[in-house]
Nanobody, 121 residues
């Protein structure tokens, strides 16, 4: 069993930056691929980024590519999402997830409760 707790969300002006964190409890964190998804009101959940268990490979959704960086620290059981050049359309609840493969679909085994990111224009 893995429990995920996101933090770092908040209100930021367009063009600003935020770093989201996802702390995991439970065993074998380093064996899981990790991902970030987001969901805006009235919209479907959207893939943001994913990272392999070792951190050796990363994947990004088209909407954040070039503006965001996913990373992980297995010693701290934490995955991060650095977001730069934020836009109002980045406003959403951001969720982290843990699973076997770093896929773009929502097929992950564990999910956090989410953290709100609001970007003002």
């Amino acid at each position: 069993q893995v429990q995920l707790v996101e933090s770092g969300g908040g209100l930021v002006q367009a063009g600003g930056s935020l770093r989201l964190s996802c702390a995991a409890s439970g065993r074998f964190f380093s064996s899981y691929a990790m991902a970030w998804f987001r969901q805006a009101p009235g919209k479907e959940r959207e893939f943001v980024a994913a990272i392999t268990w070792s951190g050796g490979s990363t994947y990004y959704g088209n909407s954040v590519k070039g503006r965001s960086t996913i990373s992980r620290d297995n010693a701290k059981n934490t995955v991060y999402l650095q977001m730069n050049s934020l836009k109002p359309e980045d406003t959403a609840v951001y969720f982290c997830a843990a699973g076997t493969y770093p896929v773009r679909t929502g097929t992950y085994d564990y999910w956090g409760q989410g953290t709100q990111v609001t970007v003002s224009s």
